[in-house]
């Protein structure tokens, strides 16, 4: 069984931003578990365990489903919770186009039995996850709500696998579809 998920990767540099609002998290009382720069990504849409048929099955959906290209800005930081977050994100203005792909690979990927999400999808990245709160959290988020962490045209997505560790997960490309 493979552990797979649908990502928008990031620009280092952007990736590197985001870093230093980690940081300033990182001063909170809080204990918080910081998603590594490396890691960071725009989920599509999570998949999770299959076999290798299914993940055959998922390439060949896959081929048919882009979009145009199109600008994404990652602006400001929020959490799922604003008054006792579980996980602290940035969010993304790209006037809806990511959902928009969300919305097209669900459709594609269907027919093969894999569900939609339930939830109404908001587009983010997930900078870090509150394993114990702190109030202090609250004003470390003040302070870096309003970041510009940059813009960049997206043009391309991946089809990740993801192994779990103690050390944190380990995400490894398994395709990717250009525009
Ligand atoms: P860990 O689970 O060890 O914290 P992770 O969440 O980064 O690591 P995965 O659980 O493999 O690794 O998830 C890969 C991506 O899919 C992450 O962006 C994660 O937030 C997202 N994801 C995981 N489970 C779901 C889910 N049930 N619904 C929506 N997105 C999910
Ligand atoms: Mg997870």
Request: aromatic share 6%.
């Amino acid at each position: 069984m493979t552990r797979v998920f649908i990502a928008i990767d990031l620009p280092a540099e952007i990736k590197e931003r985001i870093a230093e609002t980690q940081k300033v998290l990182a001063r909170s009382c809080a204990r918080l578990t910081f998603v590594a720069p490396r890691n960071m990504h725009i989920t599509l849409k999570f998949i999770g365990e299959v076999e290798d048929e299914m993940l055959e099955a998922i390439r060949s959906a896959l081929q048919g489903v882009s979009a145009d290209p199109f600008e994404i800005a990652i602006r400001g930081v929020g959490a799922n919770n604003l008054r006792r977050p579980r996980v602290v994100w940035s969010n993304l203005e790209d006037a809806g186009k990511t959902g928009g792909l969300h919305d097209a690979i669900e459709e594609a990927l269907a027919p093969l039995g894999i569900e939609r999400e339930e939830r109404a999808y908001t587009p983010h990245i997930t900078i870090a996850r509150v394993r114990q709160f702190d109030p202090s959290l609250l004003g470390a988020i003040e302070q870096v709500m309003a970041k510009e962490f940059g813009s960049f045209r997206a043009d391309r997505y991946t089809l990740k696998k993801s192994t779990l560790t103690k050390q944190g997960p380990r995400y490894e490309d398994l395709m990717e579809v250009v525009w």
